[in-house]
């Protein structure tokens, strides 16, 4: 990798440090506002929907410029979301101007690693940033925790600007202004991308032309016989991984005996698996043996079914070994390896796909429309299976059904996928043959 992709990963890193950061800051002003309960996870609703309600353009305006530029554009466009949520505006209307922002920046992220790398090496890249990625979002979900303690938020109080009174006196206010530190750091770093010299044919600025250009994007796609392949594998995914952080948190509380804090410790223990599984998929699969991966899908969801048998009354508590505050006992280690499992065959088998996903898009029309196009769909599937998780909850169904269900539905999805991709490699044959026997 060259010093481009390394400056490329600084951009995204501290970026995604500061978006999981400011979302616990952004959690902390809600409850500083003493506004209701129901409220909270509509946070991550209205982060996500720009992904969807602005698909058809962010393609296009990552595409009209250098990517750097449009990383340090939608980077700045994070910072003046920490502006408005700062100085009074409501929490979701500010975090969903950060949404606006991270939704135009990810088709700029993942679309320059085509135009600087070729083929061969975008497996390689994509496990890298995903594994960062990940590490981001552990660090950046405890740093906000840390700005947020009684102890951090005081000392970050007390300091004093001469003359100038900022009106910062709580301590979400003390994170924000720190994560908007965080945010101009990453821009800094956007400005020291290089121009690639990719350049796309003169873009679009009419809505309803641009709509119609994401509608012929999207069904090129799933049209083709690989990228609705990856497509469907990487859609799959994240809806599953957004669900699972909230069914991991419910178990931990029924199954494990957790309080709400120790349950998210265990999402960091899935994080680092998943970050492990896109290192390996990283140094071991090559771009053409990419769909060799597909099964590691169904073994996923079989493992995540074994989680619905599992409690922690099975064993004693006797107390094995600590990591920091952590106190890792026998009854508990079962879940945190089966977490690790399932986070590493997670991240082993979508990295990837995501490379296969992101080559063909390449190919077939511009790195930024593919990406968008791929992020409109993952992020339809987190708002649907989301809906569907929440549903469940409110009929009350016990959580070892939900669990169970959850994994048969991601093993028969991804069976279903790989039938079709057989099914798709044998027509290719079939046409291949014919046009040998032509010729």
């Not at 303690?149 to 900022?166: M, Y």
């Not at 994560?179 to 290089?194: C, D, G, H, Q, V």
């Not at 006797?318 to 977490?339: C, E, H, Q, R």
């Not at 790195?367 to 599937?381: K, L, R």
């Amino acid at each position: 990798m060259n010093r481009s992709f390394y400056t490329i990963m600084a951009a995204q890193f501290f970026s995604s440090l500061a978006d999981n950061a400011l979302l616990i800051a952004a959690i902390a002003l809600l409850v500083q506002l003493q506004a209701p309960a129901w409220m909270t996870p509509l946070l991550k609703l209205f982060f996500v929907l720009s992904y969807v309600l602005l698909a058809a353009f962010v393609g296009a305006f990552a595409d009209s410029r250098p990517k750097g530029n449009v990383m340090f554009i939608t980077n700045t466009i994070k910072f003046v979301g920490c502006v408005v949520m700062l100085f009074g505006s409501h929490p979701l209307l500010a975090y969903a101007i950060v949404g606006l922002g991270a939704a135009a920046y990810s088709p700029a992220k993942y679309g320059i690693l085509t135009e600087l790398l070729p083929p061969e090496k975008l497996v390689a890249a994509n496990g890298w940033i995903e594994g960062l990625t990940v590490g981001s979002i552990i660090m950046g979900t405890v740093l906000g925790g840390v700005l947020i303690s009684k102890s951090v938020s005081q000392s970050l109080l007390s300091w004093d600007l001469p003359l100038l009174d900022t009106s910062i006196d709580t301590a979400a206010e003390s994170a924000i202004l720190i994560i908007m530190l965080i945010y101009i750091l990453a821009a800094l770093i956007n400005l020291r991308i290089p121009d690639t010299g990719a350049r796309y044919e003169s873009q679009k600025t009419n809505p309803i032309e641009l709509i119609k250009d994401f509608s012929v994007c999207f069904t090129t796609l799933w049209n083709d016989r690989l990228g609705q392949i990856s497509l469907a594998v990487t859609t799959l995914f994240w809806g599953a991984g957004a669900t699972l952080q909230f069914i991991v948190i419910k178990w931990a509380q029924i199954a494990l005996h957790m309080s709400l804090s120790q349950g998210a410790i265990l999402q960091a223990i899935s994080a680092f698996g998943v970050a492990g599984g896109a290192v390996w998929a990283a140094w071991k699969v090559p771009l053409r043996s990419s769909l060799k991966v597909l099964p590691y899908g169904i073994a996923m969801g079989l493992v995540v079914c074994i989680m619905a048998i599992y409690n922690s009354d099975m064993l004693p508590q006797t107390s094995l070994f600590k990591i920091g505050a952590m106190d890792v006992t026998l009854n508990l280690l079962p879940a945190y390896l089966l977490l690790i499992l399932v986070g590493w065959l997670a991240g082993y088998f979508v990295v990837p796909m995501n490379a296969l996903l992101q080559h063909r898009g390449h190919v077939l029309m511009s790195a930024g429309h593919s990406i968008a196009v791929q992020n409109f769909n993952e992020n339809i599937s987190v708002l649907v299976m989301l809906m569907i998780y929440s549903g469940l909850i409110w009929l009350d169904v016990p959580i070892q059904f939900v669990i169970t269900g959850f994994g048969v539905a991601v093993s028969f999805i991804m069976w279903l996928v790989i039938k079709r991709h057989k099914a798709n490699q044998a027509e290719y044959d079939s046409m291949h043959l014919i046009g040998e026997h032509k010729h």
